[in-house]
Structures are given as C-alpha cells and as structure tokens.
C-alpha cells in the first residue's frame, strides 16, 4: 500500500513542497509514495500583485505541471486535521465531505488578512485574495458612473505596511484611469506609525515619504479607523473622511487550520518548526510559508510572510517531508539573504538587501526589478517534469 504525503495548500509554499517533494522522491527512485496536494483550485494565484490592475489575469494554471512531475491534486477545502487519527477531512468541490489519510502532512494553508471586529468593517475592500482583489477592481472601475464628489474621488487605505504602501501609492493611476486623466484624487493612507513608512525602517522612510508627496498620496499618522460606512470612515480622534473607497491592509494572521494542531503558535498563529520545518512535537506533520514560525538564520531572523520566503520554505518543506520516509539525511532550511522591493506606483521602486534594509536600487532601476520579480521569478516552473524538478532543489537560492 502507498504511503501519502498530503500537503494543504496550493499556494506558493505549498505548490513548492510538492514540486520538492517529488524531485527528492524520483532522486531515489521512490515510486511508493503518493504526493497529493490538496486546494480548493489547481492554480497558483499571485497574491503579491493583487494590488494592482488586471487581477483577474494573476492566477497560474497548476494540472499540467502537477501532472508532469507526478503529483495528485485534491480540489477540495480542508476543515478539520487529526493529528492524532492522521487525516484531514475537507469538503470537496460538490460539497461533500471527504477524509483523507496521510503519512506525513505538510501545512501549507497560507495566511489571511487580519479583519478586526470594527463597526462597518464589511464595506473595506481587501487586496488579500484574488475574489476579493476583483470586487476591488470592478468596484474602481464603476465609480465613473457616480456623480463627482470627494467622496467618489477619494480613497483611504488602512494600513502603512508593505501592502498599504504598495496599494496606495499605485491608486492615483488607477483612480484617474476610471475617472479621467485631469480628475482630483485623493488617497489617504492611516496608519498608527508616527513616521511615514516607520514599518520599513530607517532605511526606505525618506524615499517613501518622496513618493508619497510626488504621485500624490497623503498620510494621517498616529492614527486608526474607528468605523467604516459605504460614505467613509471615522478615525479614532473622531475625524470624519468622506471616501466611497476603503482597503483594509493592516494585519495578517495563519490561517485557521494551524489551531488544530497540538503546537506551540507565535502571535500571528504561526506554528513553531525546528530547522527541518518539523512541528515541534509533531513526529509527522510538517509547516511551511504564512503557517510556520520558522527560524532564517542563526542570528535571531525568522521567516516573514511573504512569498520570498515562502518559495524557499516550500522547497525545503518538501524536500524534508520526503527525508522523513525515505529515511534519509533532511537539509536544514536556512535563506539568511533577505530583499526587499517595494513598488512606489509612477515613482518607480525601492530595491534593498538585509534586514536593516540597506538602498541598493531606487526608481526605474528598482522598477525594472520589481517588474521582473512579479512578471517572472515569482511564477511556477514549466510543465516540464526534468525542468520543474530541477526548480525544486532547496540548495538554489531565491535570492542570489
């Protein structure tokens, strides 16, 4: 009987674990073990552009490539994990629920936008998940139809992190494009931080703040959303911002599923790995990308949330959950090179290296490589099985 590895996830953790998976199987010329990644879509969406235009286009076909290298797609949602039965059950694409045994599981089920118990929080747009990234987009694209006022002409972001910056700083293009090229906008980004762009240091904050001003997007610090209406919103010290647009980017938690497994969680809901991606006191249940609290380096630097460290940790994830039955020596996870590059909108980028984040590329030269890292590196390998195993090895680097 097949012995089965069933990974949770098909995002970019989780699509790398099985690619790595399978690669560490045909190295040894397994073929006994089953490696199934259950999702509730065979596509890899590219969560990382989803703020800007044309998301609906930001999803990567995955059948072909799965089918290539061998690999069994699940469509299904998970619901609930027995560690101790070792079976995850999920409901599958007609509804039903199904149970499915495994080995060896690897956690891959990702992360969502943290939305807060906050009054009217319903009416914020996200650019979280690709759903609701379209809503979104549609949503921009009818305000043309609506008489002019500020409110139509004006859109809060709440959130100065990476994604609040991002979001905000691409808006006046695409606001202008609905509503023509001579409207006033505005974009108003609240953030709790004192300093704009206090979440990306020391580093970046004087360029953010120079990018802020010449695209045109304005900031309230010290500052929070008190509540959310379909005309606006009103901040803490009682503020009233009139806006028919409002994204909600402050926050990120593991997802849900990570609760179900007897471990230790950091505040996010990350759950503890040691350096072979291994639950800590789980014999066989591994966590890789947004779920695992996983160290980076020996120098007190853990993995962040995003897909940079994602690929790797799904590299790793796969090729160690495979050592584990093949009964061969893991390779320890370890991606002590850190980047950053933040898009700016019409501006250009901000490229940096190390966890101080050091300027290394500014403007169109960062853009460039912004440009290629979303257009490009992010994306899957080719449905070629020799090629996309190669791409699996956990030695390469993602960042060179």
């Not at 790595?20 to 073990?33: C, E, I, K, N």
């Not at 409002?246 to 497994?261: F, K, M």
């Not at 969680?265 to 779920?291: E, M, P, S, W, Y």
Request: aromatic share 6%; glycine share 8%.
């Amino acid at each position: 009987m097949k012995q089965r590895i069933l990974i949770v996830g098909a995002g970019f953790a989780g699509m790398w674990s099985a690619l790595s998976a399978a690669r560490l199987m045909d190295l040894h010329g397994h073929t006994d073990t089953e490696v199934a990644v259950l999702a509730p879509q065979a596509e890899l969406r590219i969560r990382p552009r989803f703020y800007e235009p044309n998301v609906h286009k930001m999803a990567a076909p995955l059948h072909d490539l799965f089918a290539a290298v061998g690999v069994t797609f699940i469509q299904g949602t998970a619901e609930r994990i027995d560690a101790v039965g070792k079976t995850v059950e999920y409901r599958d694409a007609q509804g039903e629920t199904t149970i499915r045994a495994y080995d060896r599981l690897v956690l891959a089920s990702g992360s969502k936008v943290a939305r807060p118990r906050l009054a009217g929080i319903e009416h914020a747009f996200d650019v979280d998940e690709i759903n609701e990234a379209v809503r979104l987009e549609r949503h921009i694209h009818s305000l043309g139809q609506l008489p002019a006022s500020a409110a139509r002409n004006t859109v809060v972001v709440a959130g100065g992190g990476f994604t609040g910056i991002e979001t905000a700083t691409e808006m006046p293009a695409r606001l202008r494009k609905a509503l023509g090229a001579d409207a006033e906008v505005r974009v108003i980004v609240v953030d709790r931080g004192s300093e704009i762009g206090a979440a990306l240091g020391d580093g970046p904050r004087s360029l953010i703040a120079e990018a802020s001003a010449e695209v045109g997007v304005e900031w309230r610090l010290n500052s929070s959303v008190a509540s959310i209406d379909a005309d606006g919103v009103t901040l803490a010290d009682g503020q009233r911002i009139a806006a028919s647009t409002v994204v909600w980017t402050a926050g990120v938690r593991a997802s849900s599923l990570t609760e179900q497994v007897p471990a230790e969680r950091d505040a996010q809901g990350r759950l503890h790995v040691d350096r072979n991606l291994k639950v800590i006191g789980q014999d066989d249940i591994f966590a890789t990308g947004d779920v695992a609290y996983a160290a980076v380096d020996d120098a007190g630097n853990y993995a962040l949330m995003t897909c940079q460290h994602a690929i790797a940790l799904g590299r790793s994830a796969g090729n160690n959950v495979a050592a584990s039955l093949l009964g061969v020596d893991p390779i320890a996870y370890s991606q002590p090179k850190y980047v950053t590059c933040l898009d700016l909108g019409a501006w250009g980028a901000i490229f940096t290296e190390g966890w101080d984040r050091q300027i290394r590329f500014v403007r169109d030269e960062a853009k460039k490589i912004k440009t290629e890292i979303n257009s490009v590196w992010i994306y899957p390998p080719a449905a070629n099985r020799a090629e996309a195993l190669a791409a699996a090895d956990p030695m390469i680097p993602v960042v060179a």
